[in-house]
């Protein structure tokens, strides 16, 4: 089927490894959310796109997170020098809504620090 | 945001009408009520969202009191498929929220045979 799609499904790190983290949206998806999920808990927002711009970033925990969308589809989340506490499910949606109504999840990237 | 409160666990048989509530009594009036599930290991899904009016597709209905204080996410048939966490949200649509969703703890909905 043609949904969000993310890759890897998991990924193991050792502490201190950067890692980039993959999203395909639905084509023609103007909006692209990112969140970041901690074992037990709902998923928290970390950033959003529309198109190729980068129009909120309030919920990225540190500068060690940087996340892109270069020609406004694919996008990629990028975690340098990794510490445990990033440990947590990575999860992108997308939406055909520049107001981000009905996002459509992937299921997610489980990101393990070592 | 508006903050919502939901019952952390539900019960129901399979077959039965499940009724999920929400409370989200400080909803402004430009904030859409969503209704998203995540079933173990998969990404959350979406059901459905209403601003005033009652809404209805093919997975769910939802009710939203006059007031728009509190809201019902109905599932008519409920099947052991649909045990889930239930996620009732309040978003803004538009402006600086665009549309990011807050989640809560949901509410977790066990079909039971």
């Not at chain 2, 239930?86 to 809560?104: D, E, N, P, Q, R």
Request: charged share 20%.
């Amino acid at each position: 089927g043609a949904g969000v799609s993310q890759s890897p499904r998991y990924k193991v790190a050792k502490r201190g490894q950067d890692v980039a983290l993959r999203c395909d949206p639905i084509s023609g998806h103007v909006s692209l959310f990112w969140y970041q999920q901690a074992l037990g808990q709902g998923p928290e927002f970390l950033t959003y796109f529309q198109n190729e711009a980068q129009l909120d970033k309030s919920g990225l925990p540190s500068d060690r997170f940087f996340a892109e969308r270069p020609e406004g589809s694919v996008s990629t989340l990028k975690i340098q020098r990794t510490q445990q506490e990033d440990s947590a499910v990575y999860l992108c949606a997308s939406s055909s809504s520049p107001s981000g109504r009905a996002q459509h999840f992937g299921d997610g990237t489980r990101l393990s620090i070592l | 945001d508006a903050k919502t409160t939901q019952p952390t666990s539900m019960d129901c048989a399979e077959g039965r009408a499940a009724n999920l509530p929400c409370n989200h009594s400080t909803i402004s009036g430009n904030e859409y009520v969503y209704w998203y599930r995540q079933i173990h290991s998969q990404g959350p899904q979406y059901i459905i969202h209403g601003l005033k009016n009652n809404e209805t597709n093919e997975m769910a209905s939802l009710i939203i009191t006059e007031d728009r204080k509190s809201s019902t996410l109905i599932l008519p048939h409920a099947t052991l498929r649909d045990t889930a966490v239930y996620y009732c949200i309040v978003s803004g649509a538009g402006g600086t929220s665009y549309g990011k969703l807050t989640f809560g703890q949901g509410t977790i909905l066990t079909v039971h045979p």
